[in-house]
């Protein structure tokens, strides 16, 4: 009886054994084991997608894709190696013992020679006939425009798996629409890894990237990055930007930096430079933050444009002394004065009226301390200190821009608020993604949050025109047309402290002020012919804006 | 019966041979048609590649660079004046008695 209870057990005892062993194969192991078996019994070639275009909004390409080719070599069937990699060499610039080296590794059945090789060269290199050379289309971007909007496109390179990858501007953030998805092609293969004639074959058609179109003028860029090139050679500044948005949509119409970079040769520029500073370089905007501050006071109406102050020499607060910029008072004075002369002191006078509560409160419905969410992949923005961290002294200088950092799409998005009603409009340089079947899916404009009433965004309007036609900068103003605006330039901090000769010179605004087509940055930073924003941005400003009439065919009045 | 029947056996190889001749042409258009579609799509592929080619060409020879440089070479220069004609003033020749 205990030996068939024994034989009884061993038979359970297998049985439990097989069951889990069939549970491992088929439940636990069966996806490795499908790739494995797949692997064995089929070829497969990936079909890469064609990558989408950028196109401008008025229907130029900025981007699109140039046939290319991948050179590679099938070493069995080269008669030659150190013949052939001498002759290929030669035709792609690259060194032959490089090329033979690789051919004579042990084991190489398959060797990629060189990646996007241009149709030119792939030509030549068909007629020369050599046996084991081969070509596979592998597409490479092109830009017709050349280095035209480089930080705003970034560029494409290789992922760590050898693909096709965009990085910053556009590239980046919309890699995946641009990108498409891999087709692939399986080939039933037999055991000595040759192709079935009548296999099994199955085919995954790839699936083309979307095409991108812009807010982006090509000719508004044009102009953009000519004339800031200019600017930043005549006023000997170190780097200089320029942001031009749609106040009524936040369209962004051009975005130009210098210096740049090219994004055919990016590999060759330093990395510092593939960073836009527009939407990632922070600065402190000095007294063209007057206007946000301004429109804050005026909104919460502890101030109007003619409300007085008394401008009778420099303010002590909290222990330091605040003069104007040029140490001169001018008595009682509204506070279109206060912009027109750019007074430090009637700032802080606003600044005070509006208390801390509602100054920093302002300054983050303002849109400022957090990203503005612009469809680019290298926005970042400074952050804002809590509250209980501002000092008195904080918050009187940063009521004329000082002590608080901004970046450049921060601060045109914020005055775009003055110039269209009091919207704080969410930024975008993409209109609309295209399929290849040709279905537009728009990006609608996204209001994000009414910031001042339409009352106060008129008036603080009319306070930049005054500011304009009567202050610092009037010299070099379009006559005829009216342009809101506000000059500003602010010392860099330096190891804790301010330079006294370095500045940031900028001046924001927007024209026609009574129906705004454009709201406008521009930034000089460490400029050497003048440090004063009203001598070199403005200026600039102008040049830029004069061109702009003449595009959108805005007449004087 | 005997009649049909030899009839029949007449008939039906004359109807198998016509049959497998038929068969035989069938194969052979569908065999053409093969071929032709593998031209077709070959057409397709170097007319797809040359449309890209040629969009390349357009896209270089309409960039603001290419438009500057044939402008400058034919004579153009940029404008440094200019006049502008607003509501409610006229050209001069509009006053001009004919």
């Not at chain 1, 009886?1 to 636990?28: E, K, P």
């Not at chain 1, 499908?34 to 089929?42: L, M, P, Y």
């Not at chain 1, 007057?290 to 020499?313: H, L, P, R, Y």
């Not at chain 1, 304009?468 to 009216?482: C, L, M, S």
Request: glycine share 10%.
């Amino acid at each position: 009886m205990t030996r068939i209870w024994m034989v009884f057990g061993i038979f359970i005892l297998l049985y439990i054994g097989i069951v889990s062993r069939l549970l491992y194969w088929q439940v636990w192991a069966s996806s490795r084991l499908k790739t494995q078996a797949a692997g064995q019994h089929f070829f497969r070639l990936p079909l890469p997608p064609k990558r989408g275009s950028i196109i401008s909004s008025d229907n130029y390409p900025l981007v699109m894709n140039q046939q290319a080719y991948l050179l590679f070599a099938e070493p069995k069937n080269i008669l030659d190696i150190d013949g052939f990699a001498k002759r290929v060499g030669e035709s792609i610039g690259k060194d032959a013992a490089s090329i033979s080296g690789v051919l004579n590794q042990p084991g190489r059945v398959w060797v990629p020679i060189e990646h996007k090789v241009e149709k030119e060269i792939v030509e030549r290199l068909k007629s020369l006939q050599e046996k084991g050379l081969g070509f596979e289309e592998e597409p490479k971007r092109y830009y017709p425009e050349a280095s035209m909007a480089a930080h705003l496109l970034g560029f494409v390179g290789l992922d760590q798996n050898g693909m096709d990858r965009g990085y910053f501007g556009l590239e980046g953030f919309y890699d995946r629409e641009l990108r498409g998805k891999e087709g692939s092609l399986e080939i039933e293969k037999d055991v000595a890894g040759n192709p079935i004639l009548i296999g099994q074959t199955f085919r995954v058609e790839p699936q083309d990237g979307r095409d991108l179109i812009l807010w982006i003028d090509r000719s508004v860029q044009a102009i953009a990055e000519k004339r800031l090139k200019e600017g930043v050679e005549k006023y000997g500044a170190k780097e200089g930007s320029v942001v031009i948005m749609d106040p009524k949509t936040g369209g962004i119409l051009g975005m130009a930096s210098f210096p740049s970079y090219d994004p055919r040769s990016y590999a060759i520029s330093e990395k510092e430079r593939y960073i836009n500073p527009t939407v990632a370089g922070s600065y402190e905007p000095g007294s063209a933050f007057k206007v946000i501050i301004m429109g804050a006071g005026i909104d919460a109406g502890v101030v109007t444009a003619k409300t007085e102050m008394d401008e009778t020499g420099p303010v002590e607060v909290g222990g330091y002394t605040i003069r104007t910029w040029n140490n001169q008072y001018h008595g009682k004075i509204t506070m279109t004065k206060v912009l027109e002369y750019s007074s430090n002191v009637g700032m802080v006078f606003v600044g005070k009226k509006l208390g801390r509560e509602k100054l920093l409160s302002a300054i983050k419905n303002f849109g400022f301390g957090k990203p503005t969410n612009i469809d680019l992949e290298d926005e970042s923005s400074p952050t804002i200190r809590p509250n209980k961290e501002w000092y008195e002294i904080d918050l009187s200088t940063a009521s004329f821009g000082q002590g608080i950092a901004v970046t450049p799409i921060q601060m045109v998005r914020a005055v775009g608020a003055l110039a269209n009603g009091g919207f704080l409009m969410e930024p975008k340089v993409v209109k609309a993604i295209q399929d290849k079947n040709g279905k537009i899916t728009p990006i609608p404009p996204k209001k994000l949050r009414q910031v001042v009433s339409k009352k106060t965004a008129e008036e603080v309007t009319e306070m930049m025109v005054a500011s304009v036609d009567n202050g610092e900068a009037k010299w070099a103003k379009p006559q005829g047309y009216r342009i809101a605006g506000k000059t500003g330039t602010a010392q860099i901090p330096v190891s804790g402290h301010y330079d006294e000769k370095k500045t940031i010179a900028s001046f924001v605004g927007f024209a026609p002020s009574d129906d705004p087509k454009f709201v406008m940055l521009v930034t000089l930073r460490e400029t050497t012919s003048s440090q004063w924003g009203s001598e070199t941005a403005a200026p600039l400003f102008f040049n830029i804006a004069k061109d702009l009439f003449l595009y959108y065919g805005i007449s004087p009045r | 019966m005997k009649s049909i029947i030899s009839i029949a056996a007449f008939l039906l190889p004359i109807v198998a041979i016509g049959l497998l001749v038929a068969q035989i042409a069938c194969a052979n258009n569908l065999a053409q048609d093969g071929s032709t579609l593998k031209t077709l799509t070959a057409t397709i592929e170097t007319l797809a590649s040359e449309n890209e080619a040629l969009n390349q060409k357009i896209a270089s020879a309409s960039s603001l660079l290419e438009v500057e440089k044939k402008a400058i070479a034919v004579g153009f220069a940029p404008g440094k004046q200019f006049l502008t004609f607003t509501q409610g003033q006229y050209l001069v020749a509009f006053n001009q008695k004919r």
